[in-house]
């Protein structure tokens, strides 16, 4: 029996030694063989693939922007006739998760009113200590709602840009929870 065996398991070698040296290469020998030997791309390492293509969809159906083309977009979002449209309409859940996002990331700079210091930025603690953010209320009624929504995304001279820590859709809630507040003061 123990024969057997081994005259199985020498012949099963045998054609391993021999499917190595052929230019085509058996599946069986292929799948041991590149398990060890693939290519693997770390995003630490360069030439990895840490730069897409602008133009390109990711898996979750946003487009990669070329980010030294930025401006562009908030250039065309300030003509009304060429804005960016609001695809979300406002609704409670909107509003609500909009004034969720506001109150996070807007309202500690912009304030949540019309009302302003001295020197004529929003009345908010961040601002008495030296920034120079502007009552968003103020300032919101003349632009349309795509600018609002690039603006958050890209970001300013001083303001951060919110599009990596904001989706798209909570951008555009946070428009419909500005336009709220607009009607309320």
Not at 70 to 79: A, H, P, Q, W, Y
Not at 87 to 95: E, M, N, Q
Not at 137 to 163: C, E, Q, R
Request: hydrophobic share 45%.
């Amino acid at each position: 029996m123990k024969a057997k065996i081994l005259l199985v398991a020498g012949i099963f070698l045998l054609v391993l030694v021999v499917a190595a040296k052929l230019p085509a290469k058996s599946t069986v020998f292929t799948l041991v063989y590149d398990m060890f030997n693939q290519i693997s791309l770390k995003p630490q390492e360069k030439g990895s693939m840490n730069a897409f293509v602008v133009g390109a969809v990711s898996i979750d159906g946003s487009e990669i922007e070329d980010p030294n083309d930025r401006f562009s977009v908030i250039l065309k979002d300030i003509i009304s006739e060429t804005a960016t449209l609001n695809p979300i309409k406002p609704d409670a859940a909107s509003l609500a998760d909009g004034k969720l996002k506001f109150d996070t990331f807007c309202a500690v700079c912009h304030g949540t009113s019309r009302e302003i210091n001295a020197e004529g930025f929003a009345k908010t603690k961040v601002n008495e200590l030296g920034m120079i953010a502007p009552a968003v209320i103020t300032l919101t009624p003349f632009f349309s709602d795509g600018y609002i929504y690039h603006k958050a995304k890209y970001g300013g001279a001083v303001m951060p840009a919110m599009g990596y820590a904001v989706a798209a859709r909570e951008r555009w809630n946070i428009v419909n929870y500005i336009r709220e507040l607009e009607k309320q003061e």
